[in-house]
């Protein structure tokens, strides 16, 4: 069967040190894949998207990695504050057009 | 400018009520989707408008569940005798474009509560 997976424990990590989270997936061959930030009571955020034919994609603190060989997608957010603290989602478009499926994201927590 | 705003912020609802669910989408924008999450999942896609277009209702979960944008602007989206698996958070989120590469901009959902 088709499914994303995110570490579904919580991630807690000292600020100032890198996060790494992971989104693993199987039996899609996706385009796309976009990387997402949700708040308690609040929508989703994007952050960054990229591309199948690209490994790796930077914005500011934040860098996302696209290994279409392994299914696997890594999202890093370098010198992490305790604002960072927030559940990640990454989604990945399986057929090139608007339909975006969702994993169950990790929760993030950088501690002070 | 203002973004995805979604009306209203919580609903609590009996059993067999019927209940409808408002976005107003950032003006201009041509997608609009409407997704379903459960406490501690990811957004599960319900349906998608291309303007005032339902392209895909592949995702709603049974015939009880109806949106509509009949202008291409605000959507609705409805929910026919609630049952108690419906409780969840209802997300309205549009993008400028009809492209996989657009980002979604998100509102801050509906809370449902079907007692």
């Known amino acids: 069967s088709q499914k994303i997976e995110q570490n579904s424990e919580a991630l807690n990590i000292q600020e100032g040190k890198t996060a790494t989270l992971t989104c693993n997936y199987t039996?899609?061959?996706?385009?796309?894949l976009q990387w997402y930030r949700q708040d308690p009571g609040r929508g989703p955020v994007f952050l960054l998207l990229?591309?199948?034919?690209?490994k790796e994609k930077r914005k500011e603190r934040l860098k996302v990695t696209f290994d279409t060989t392994l299914k696997q997608s890594l999202f890093h957010i370098t010198a992490s504050q305790p604002a960072d603290s927030a559940t990640y989602l990454c989604?990945?478009?399986?057929?090139?057009?608007?339909?975006?499926?969702f994993g169950t994201g990790t929760r993030l927590k950088v501690l002070a | 400018g203002a973004g995805v705003s979604q009306s209203p912020r919580y609903k609590v609802a009996k059993r067999g009520q019927d209940v409808a669910l408002r976005c107003d989408p950032i003006?201009?924008?041509?997608?609009l989707f409407w997704y379903q999450q459960a406490l501690g999942q990811g957004p599960e896609f319900l349906t998608y408008?291309?303007?005032?277009?339902?392209?895909?209702k592949s995702g709603l979960p049974s015939d009880r569940f109806f949106a509509e944008r009949p202008e291409g602007s605000v959507s609705t989206l409805k929910i026919q005798r609630t049952q108690q698996e419906d409780s969840a958070v209802y997300l309205c989120?549009?993008?400028?474009?009809?492209?996989?590469?657009?980002?979604?901009?998100f509102g801050p959902g509906t809370r449902l509560t079907v007692l």
């Open positions: 989120a549009s993008s400028p474009g009809a492209g996989a590469a657009d980002e979604q901009f």
């Open positions: 039996n899609y061959s996706p385009a796309y």
């Open positions: 990229i591309r199948e034919n690209e």
């Open positions: 989604a990945l478009d399986p057929s090139g057009t608007y339909k975006y499926i």
């Open positions: 003006s201009g924008h041509v997608s």
């Open positions: 408008f291309q303007n005032e277009a339902q392209l895909d």
